[in-house]
């Protein structure tokens, strides 16, 4: 297409906007990346050709037009996962509020990706890389990570850790976090304040510091009331529906004795609600279930799922406003975000003969 159809269709060309400004085409990319420093006049002068031609037409070039700062990264494992897509709606609708572009990027568990995908956005001069979900912790990975935040903020950029465990060496990085071990511990004091103590634990992935923190919740409020779980009513797995259902039906199959059940997230309750029905196992009339997170399909179980509330839209948007409100080179900074149990229909008072296994009757009583 000649430059003339391509005008009279409206699709200016970088040409077009340096002419009418009257400025070389790489003036006028300088001014729309932000990448170096432009006069004032001129900076007006191609900003208004762009505007007078249309030459911005495309949401991220409108963006880029519009302000130096870049886009904001949203780095995550999977973004199918619920409680990721709620963080994700947080910081894509503070974005916006800002005027910035939001970029989602998964990595399938992949570290060697995420490693790739910080270095690109660091090349695409993000305002911030948000990196959310647990992470399995230790000195490599701090050290990859203290590493990243450094070479963001020499470019002007800032890491931002959602729900992963802090720096220990004052990088430049915003930690945002939530009350992850006590909201654990609440849920399952609840459960103890209603008569449990032979308690199915399906945990996550062993080393995940998310799976790790909820843990630690747990045996802690047991702990509180004097008890000490036994090691086959804990079970690791991950924080899908298929692992709820398959290692439910797993401890009904090997006959363990449980009167309630807490899955360390709603998915993995929603699979071990399904396989208790399946086996003609009343929730909660023989077997209560909680679980974590308060997902919007909690509320819709039959019977609606009691579980921990955890603020992922808000988690989101405070980890874009903080990040964009420090200096690229400030320290380590924290912020916490508290949880709290949302009490529904999944749980009742134990009775004297609750529970399900071959030591049913005793699901109020002993630890072992």
Do not use: W
Not at 129 to 154: C, F, N, Q, T, W
């Amino acid at each position: 297409m000649s430059r003339k159809s391509a005008t009279a269709a409206g699709r200016h060309t970088i040409r077009d906007v340096a002419a009418r400004a009257k400025v070389s085409p790489s003036t006028v990319s300088r001014v729309l990346g932000g990448s170096y420093p432009v006069s004032t006049a001129t900076r007006a002068r191609v900003m208004r050709a762009v505007r007078e031609l249309d030459y911005v037409a495309d949401a991220r070039a409108r963006a880029i037009a519009g302000s130096e700062t870049g886009p904001v990264a949203f780095v995550l494992d999977d973004i199918t996962g619920p409680s990721f897509a709620h963080v994700a709606q947080g910081v894509e609708r503070e974005a916006a509020r800002l005027g910035l572009l939001s970029l989602v990027c998964t990595t399938d568990g992949d570290a060697e990706r995420e490693l790739a995908l910080v270095e690109l956005m660091r090349a695409q001069r993000a305002a911030a890389v948000i990196l959310v979900g647990g992470v399995a912790d230790s000195p490599a990975y701090r050290e990859r990570m203290g590493r990243i935040a450094k070479s963001l903020s020499s470019a002007g950029s800032r890491l931002v850790l959602c729900g992963r465990p802090p720096f220990t060496d004052g990088a430049p990085a915003t930690v945002i976090e939530y009350d992850n071990e006590g909201g654990a511990y609440a849920i399952t004091s609840h459960l103890l304040s209603m008569g449990h103590r032979r308690i199915l634990f399906l945990g996550g992935v062993p080393g995940n510091t998310t799976a790790q923190g909820r843990e630690r919740g747990f045996r802690a409020a047991l702990a509180a009331y004097g008890i000490d779980p036994p090691p086959a009513l804990v079970v690791p797995g991950d924080f899908t529906r298929e692992s709820g259902h398959r290692r439910v039906g797993e401890a009904l199959a090997a006959g363990l004795s449980f009167s309630a059940v807490f899955a360390t997230s709603d998915m993995v309750a929603a699979g071990a609600l399904t396989v208790l029905h399946e086996a003609g196992v009343s929730v909660p009339g023989d077997v209560s279930l909680v679980g974590y997170d308060d997902i919007p399909f909690a509320r819709d179980l039959h019977p609606p799922l009691t579980t921990v509330h955890v603020p992922y839209e808000e988690l989101g948007r405070t980890a874009v406003r903080t990040a964009l409100s420090r200096r690229p080179d400030s320290a380590d900074e924290r912020i916490m975000l508290g949880t709290h149990v949302v009490v529904r229909g999944s749980v009742r008072q134990l009775g004297p003969r609750g529970g399900v296994g071959e030591k049913k009757g005793r699901g109020g009583g002993g630890t072992a």
